[in-house]
């Protein structure tokens, strides 16, 4: 009697043909006014939903594109961010890469303030020697 995949309307029109309301003795349909303006309406109604959801749906996926894409750059950073951030040690400075240099620089700069350091022992170590020297006599 019913079958899901048919649409609204084939179903109505089904059922009122199997109730036999509308078929006359010889087999013929009958195509009262009131039915046909009835079934008429129906589909009009119909094609007039499917339109207008199909608007409906049309306008939605427009405002959500319009928010996706407003959104994307920054979403894109926000993400781009986050992975490299997920890659990096805590203490990391650069990324893998350019680490080398950064160690490189770090070595440089021991060794030089090293030696800074050691030309200022010997100096505060000679004024020290000096003002002993001078106290002392």
Known sequence: LFDPGENDLASIIKIELINGTNIKED???SMQFSHFVGLAFWA???AILVILLVNIFIAMMN???MNVSQCADLEWKYSK???QV???TPRAVLPP???LI???AKLMYKTKSNEAIKADRETKNR???ILLHKLVT
Do not use: A, C, D, K
Request: glycine share 4%; net charge negative; charged share 10%.
């Open 86 to 88: 997920q890659f990096l």
């Open 63 to 65: 405002t959500t594109y």
């Open 102 to 104: 950064y160690y490189y």
């Open 97 to 99: 890469p350019f680490r």
């Open 127 to 129: 004024e020290y020697i």
């Open 81 to 83: 961010s986050y992975y």
């Open 44 to 46: 009009v109604y119909q």
């Open 27 to 29: 087999g013929e349909v």
